[in-house]
């Protein structure tokens, strides 16, 4: 599975991607399915292929993101210690993910610490954009 260049995965070692690849799966998902909602036990984090996700809050709450570029994180919580998601997340067309076991990459990642600082890293990156796209747009 290869992704762009300005993706999770990018800078890391090759042996690194290729082990982090081993604990995924792909899979697809159809318009309407639902990935987990907020409060679900959060075991897994997925990363957009193709297609839309809505995070929102609650089964119907307010949209908080749109996961609709290639590489996106979704349920990246996961990876913070929470044991629950924060949000809920719904496909709105035809959708591809790799979905990635928790515990199986937090073990990888406890052993190569250069790519768990660059993946954290990008990570930050991601929710401080996301966390700006939240700030009121008019003064």
Known sequence: MHFKQGDLFWGMSKEFVQEA??????????????????GDP??????????????????????????RHTGEFIGWSTLTGRDFFSASAKCLEPTSLLKFERDRFLRILETNTENAAILFKRLAKTLGKRLIETYPTTV
């Open 21 to 38: 690849m081993e604990t995924s799966k792909k899979i697809s998902c159809d318009e309407g399915d639902i990935l987990f909602q907020e």
């Open 42 to 67: 959060a075991h897994h984090f997925f990363i957009l292929l193709k297609g839309r996700v809505l995070l929102s809050q609650g089964k119907e709450g307010p949209a908080v993101h749109m996961a």
